[in-house]
């Protein structure tokens, strides 16, 4: 499967985005999917996921949680992250993953998921 992630831009604190990741290929909804970020200098941080069906399994970053919100359009192969309350410090590449054979324990570890999307840069700034 490939993944593309769109989304990003500028925005101010306390401001709103929303991500979205198109899967190509099929059996999007058999697919677990992530989105993680990555700040300049800092290693790549877990974010949100999502379990195939969408109605199991969402795990949120404490940094995030109560602010986003992970969702998915199995019909449309789409996955989306909605960003409320920005913080500058939400500035960051953000990515998509999924992976179809991952254990929802592991579902936070970037190298469980096999397949990643370009990412997409959200700055927060004012």
């Known amino acids: 499967v490939q993944l593309q992630a769109s989304g990003g831009g500028l925005v101010q604190p306390g401001g709103s985005l929303r991500l979205s990741c198109v899967a190509s290929?099929?059996?999007?909804?058999?697919?677990?999917m992530g989105w993680f970020r990555q700040a300049p200098g800092a290693e790549r941080e877990f974010v949100a996921c999502i379990s195939g069906s969408g109605r199991s399994t969402l795990k949120y970053a404490d940094a995030v949680k109560g602010r986003f919100t992970i969702s998915r359009d199995n019909a449309k192969n789409t996955a989306f992250l909605q960003m409320n309350s920005l913080k500058p410090e939400d500035t960051a590449v953000y990515y998509c993953a999924g992976d179809r054979s991952l254990i929802a324990g592991l579902a936070t570890v970037p190298n469980e998921y096999d397949y990643w999307g370009q990412g997409t840069l959200v700055t927060v700034s004012s």
């Open positions: 290929g099929r059996a999007f909804s058999t697919y677990f």
